[in-house]
């Protein structure tokens, strides 16, 4: 099935490198068997495009898309106009790990979408149908990007750390970017309002917003991480979401941390060094455990969540802007002062 007046090519942006991003076109694919044809509509920003940013890509980057359906191929059961977010790892269904729902370690994945295959920033994206997940119509298509890293990430991380303790009390959070906003967000509907969230930055723009979601900001070039924790009257903290990727702080988060305490790594880069494995790791119980992304099944749940709380995580997308200014977004973006980035188109 196909809705009217698809083109056959399309402007999309390309990432040329050394900060650059230029206009190509491409031909608008036709989808197969088993595969829907997606007129993008939004978009987000992410820091793991720093990449492709700087060093340039022949894919066209996206991982943070939502929009509609407007064809769809054999074998198929989604209907042409369902609106919906895409998935970033197009996973296979079958292997060991995909059926016990861990989606986001498929053993055979096919792609991910926006670094090996063409993502969100062109108009129309091709996608297995398997990774497509539809939204009502009440869900507007940026904020249903707010389902994807945003809440897919930050819960993840937040779930990954109740697999080993069960009375999380105190979170720290170094880093409060788009992921560390949303680690934020997500503690406080999965925790609850009370938990206290410890969240640092080098950035005021940044823990400005994070005080405003209910987060405890502690700014870097000021205070320590453990300054930090006794300015907001807390000692050990049970958890740490490591959101920096920098040695140093997963080095003062393991460190920091109370006994039984969770150190989960969701950046990426750099490493972690544990000098006495005794003292510093084995006698108090410690955990170390990544993050990485989420499993598809995790949006059903989130979908009811970001309908409960619309206006509170909107808070993290602080700047909109057409395809035709994804220049100007990224370089803002990368400056720091802002919270969540979306192209609309």
């Given at each position: 099935?196909?809705?009217s007046a698809i083109p056959e090519q399309m402007q999309v942006p390309r990432f040329r490198g050394s900060g650059q991003i230029d206009f190509v076109e491409k031909p608008v694919p036709r989808p197969g068997p088993g595969?829907?044809?997606?007129?993008?509509k939004a978009n987000a920003l992410c820091g793991s495009e720093r990449p492709q940013f700087l060093g340039g890509t022949d894919v066209t980057p996206g991982h943070e898309a939502a929009g509609v359906v407007v064809a769809a191929g054999p074998d198929t059961h989604t209907a042409v106009g369902t609106p919906g977010g895409i998935f970033l790892m197009d996973f296979c269904g079958a292997c060991r790990n995909c059926r016990q729902n861990f989606t986001n370690q498929c053993l055979a994945k096919r792609a991910d979408m926006g670094f090996n295959r063409d993502g969100g920033y062109g108009q129309y994206e091709l996608i297995h149908e398997s990774i497509f997940f539809p939204v009502g119509d009440d869900i507007p298509p940026t904020e249903a990007t707010l389902l994807l890293d945003i809440m897919g990430t930050g819960g993840h991380a937040i779930k990954r750390a109740q697999?080993?303790?069960s009375d999380i009390q105190s979170i720290l959070i170094p880093?409060?970017?788009p992921i560390g906003l949303g680690v934020l967000a997500m503690a406080k509907l999965l925790l609850g309002e009370d938990v206290k969230v410890v969240i640092s930055d080098v950035v005021p723009y940044r823990l400005k917003m994070a005080e405003a979601m209910g987060g405890l900001p502690v700014l870097s070039t000021e205070m320590s991480l453990e300054e930090g924790l006794k300015h907001h009257g807390l000692e050990a903290p049970d958890v740490a979401?490591?959101?920096?990727?920098?040695?140093v702080v997963r080095d003062?988060?393991?460190?920091?941390?109370?006994?039984?305490?969770v150190l989960v790594s969701v950046a990426h880069g750099e490493g972690l060094k544990i000098d006495n494995l005794y003292r510093d790791f084995v006698f108090r119980e410690m955990t170390l455990i990544g993050s990485e992304y989420f499993a598809y099944h995790e949006l059903e749940e989130n979908?009811?969540?970001?309908?409960?709380?619309?206006?509170?995580?909107?808070?993290?997308?602080?700047?909109?802007?057409g395809v035709e200014e994804i220049q100007h977004a990224f370089e803002l973006f990368f400056a720091g002062e802002t919270g969540k980035?979306?192209?609309?188109?």
């Open positions: 099935m196909t809705s595969q829907l044809l997606i007129r993008v697999l080993v303790h880093g409060a970017g979401v490591d959101c920096a990727g920098k040695a003062e988060c393991m460190r920091l941390l109370a006994h039984r305490g979908l009811r969540l970001l309908r409960a709380n619309r206006s509170y995580l909107n808070q993290i997308i602080t700047h909109r802007f980035v979306i192209i609309e188109q």
